[in-house]
């Protein structure tokens, strides 16, 4: 059944392949499209990634195919027709296999994903205006004038009237029913029953088939001087390349629609099927198919969506398919053409209607309530530019201001994630009181934006704004502290690193120091090239996380007040003055103590390591040539627990019983300050019983 459907379908669509100069040609035609879905059943059977999928010459091409061999005809007017007819074959055999390796380089390349990239709207444009074509190009067919405003007299005269208004009636019962409904033998039934209406309306008349011919109600008998045959890519030979060379934009603009149409059709056989479909290796598929295919002359073709689905709801979703739809085409290829000449002409001419009629309801009618107006008003941009100008121009224009709106929206979203303050937003560094007091009352002076997104010149002029936003803010302190975090930030263009260049140079202007936390080395080299010092300065730093970074400014506001903790000094020997009473107990207790020397990073314990340590002393300086003792200084001490998360505490003070007061602990880290060799001591082994301890 299957084969029957589109068989009628390759047939109506073969009319529209060549222009009426070439008419005697049309059973040429019939058997290009006939050869390409036998080829594309065979190959899609053989290597699709879902079984039952169906493969045709699809109506986008060939409506564009079209234009080219009109545009052909026309440039060669005047020439022999076997050598027109030998440049528009040429050019269509060209236009497949060049889709056909199209199809191939992205699908090995593994690109599909970028044809989804595609703005809907810009699809639906391209599709309704493929039916708009399609539907001009049945009633030029039908009538023999082409459809436009300076003809509408000619058409509407009784002799026109009477072919094309009939084929179009055929047409709005096919699109009824086939909205209303989903039984697979629908439109078969409806074609058949028409097929027998005209026939007995020929009995009831009197009229015979030789009097239907001569009055062009039948597609007639076709020569065989111009029946299709394997050889025909022995038309090569004879082509004018250089007329061919003239439609190079149109042959592009047939790669693009069938890929774009490929997407959508392939979109909405996973939605119907409930299963996911390999893109990469339907791309493959269709390929292959199409290098095979072109060479007898079809137009480029792929996946059909009706007929993939109705395998589907028959329940006969398996690879035997589409050899039988195959084999059934085949044979009506080699040995039943001759019957196509009893075909009634409005049939052919309604199902050309009929195909476009479905493209321009299903996006301008059903498009209404799905698309936003905004979308729907690009959608109808593209159709009427191409039916006023042309294909390609609507192609390109539908691209262009696709892209012009996504800039415009994209520039539109806000690329800071969070935005926060360093008066609630601390670093995990544990402080004194006093300074934590501080930094909850002054800690606004710090403004920390955590970006998002690729960074582009609408974006960070954005981020420029809420800057200046902040700074002229006349409540709370004056900002002096800036922290930018890239870690949710994709990448930026040289329009956004001029910007950040303008945020540095109003930080200067307004004595505010920037941060940058969490930025790439890509990000980075972006930066220092557009401007950047790559070791930073007085008002530029950068820091390896946002917890640095912030940590950064909350020392810099502590020293600009001299606030530095609790204790006037953090001297060792001075704090253990606080612990012991006499000298002698701190002399003794020195006995106890292990000095060892500590690199960056290192690890100083683990979690789980044997319980020989009690006592961890970090002191900032040590005076004094007791016990051999020198400078020590030490940037912090850090803890990381689980889920990645670190906790950080100032280098004095004392870690006591690992085990029970950190229980989730895994590792210790000492950071050390700059040009520092720090010193630590250990108490190992103390007499719990000690009255010193």
């Known amino acids: 059944m299957i084969s029957i459907i589109d068989t009628f379908f390759e047939i109506s669509l073969s009319t529209l392949l060549f222009p009426v100069a070439l008419s005697d040609y049309i059973s040429t035609g019939i058997g290009m499209l006939l050869f390409g879905a036998m080829i594309m059943n065979i190959v899609v059977s053989l290597t699709s990634s879902v079984p039952g999928m169906i493969a045709v010459p699809q109506d986008s091409s060939i409506a564009i195919l079209a234009i080219i061999t009109s545009m052909i005809t026309l440039s060669m007017t005047g020439l022999p027709s076997d050598q027109i007819f030998a440049t528009c074959v040429s050019a269509i055999i060209l236009t497949t296999i060049l889709a056909g390796i199209f199809f191939l380089i992205l699908g090995k390349l593994k690109l599909s994903r970028l044809v989804r990239f595609v703005p809907y709207p810009v699809i639906g444009g391209f599709l309704a205006g493929t039916g708009w074509l399609i539907l001009e190009g049945g009633i030029s067919f039908l009538t023999g004038v082409p459809l436009a405003l300076s003809t509408l007299g000619t058409l509407l005269k009784p002799d026109s009237l009477v072919i094309w208004l009939p084929a179009l009636g055929f047409s709005v019962v096919l699109l009824i029913a086939s909205r209303r409904s989903r039984k697979p033998l629908t439109i078969p039934v409806i074609m058949l029953v028409a097929i027998g209406l005209f026939y007995l309306w020929m009995v009831i008349s009197g009229t015979s088939v030789t009097e239907a011919e001569k009055q062009g109600l039948l597609l007639g008998s076709f020569s065989q001087d111009t029946s299709w045959s394997p050889s025909l890519i022995t038309n090569l030979l004879i082509a004018d390349w250089s007329v061919i060379l003239e ?11 069938s890929i774009l149409a490929m997407l959508f059709i392939t979109s909405g056989i996973e939605t119907t099927i409930h299963r996911d479909v390999d893109l990469d290796r339907e791309l493959q598929s269709v390929g292959l198919a199409n290098l095979i295919a072109g060479t007898g002359g079809s137009p480029v073709g792929h996946h059909a969506l009706s007929f993939s689905t109705l395998t589907y709801h028959m329940k006969s979703d398996n690879r035997l398919v589409g050899f039988v739809t195959a084999i059934c085409i085949g044979t009506f290829l080699f040995f039943g053409l001759p019957l196509i000449s009893y075909i009634p002409l409005i049939v052919i001419g309604g199902i050309l209607l009929f195909l476009g009629l479905t493209f321009l309801v299903e996006w301008l009618i059903d498009g209404w309530a799905k ?50 303050s360093g008066d609630s937003y601390h670093s995990t560094v544990a402080r004194p009181a006093s300074q934590r007091d501080y930094l909850r009352v002054h800690g606004s002076q710090i403004l920390i934006l955590e970006l998002q997104g690729y960074l582009f010149f609408g974006t960070a002029y954005n981020l420029l704004q809420t800057v200046r936003l902040r700074v002229s803010a006349e409540e709370g302190e004056p900002l002096r502290y800036l922290v930018l975090n890239f870690r949710l930030v994709n990448g930026l263009d040289s329009s956004a690193a001029f910007i950040f260049n303008r945020i540095r140079q109003f930080g200067k202007d307004h004595e505010f120091q920037i941060v940058l936390s969490n930025a790439s080395d890509q990000i980075l080299k972006r930066l220092i090239k557009s401007g950047f010092p790559a070791e930073g300065d007085e008002n530029l730093h950068y820091s390896s996380n946002i917890d640095h970074g912030v940590e950064l400014c909350e020392n810099l506001i502590l020293e600009a007040v001299k606030l530095d903790g609790d204790d006037s000094t953090f001297d060792l020997r001075i704090q253990l003055k606080r612990i012991f009473s006499s000298p002698d107990e701190i002399a003794r207790f020195f006995d106890y103590l292990e000095l060892i020397d500590i690199d960056t990073g290192q690890y100083l314990i683990h979690q789980g390591d044997p319980s020989v340590v009690d006592l961890i002393l970090f002191a900032d300086t040590w005076s004094g040539d007791q016990h051999g003792c020198v400078d020590a200084s030490l940037r912090g001490v850090s803890f990381e627990i689980p889920e990645g998360r670190r906790a950080r505490f100032s280098p ?25 060799r720090p010193r630590i001591f250990i108490v190992e082994e103390i007499l719990r019983c000690s009255p010193v301890v």
């Open 247 to 257: 439609s190079s934009l149109q042959i592009g603009s047939v790669l693009i629609v």
């Open 371 to 420: 698309l936003p107006l905004t979308d729907y008003s690009l959608m109808m941009v593209i159709l009427l530019i191409i039916a006023a100008i042309g294909f390609l121009e609507g192609v390109a224009v539908g691209i262009g201001i696709a892209l012009v709106l996504f800039v415009y929206n994209y520039s539109k979203l806000d690329i800071v994630k969070h935005k926060l």
């Open 652 to 676: 004095r003070g004392t870690i006591r019983d690992i085990g029970i007061r950190f229980p989730h602990i895994l590792i210790v880290i000492v950071e050390i300050a700059p040009q520092k």
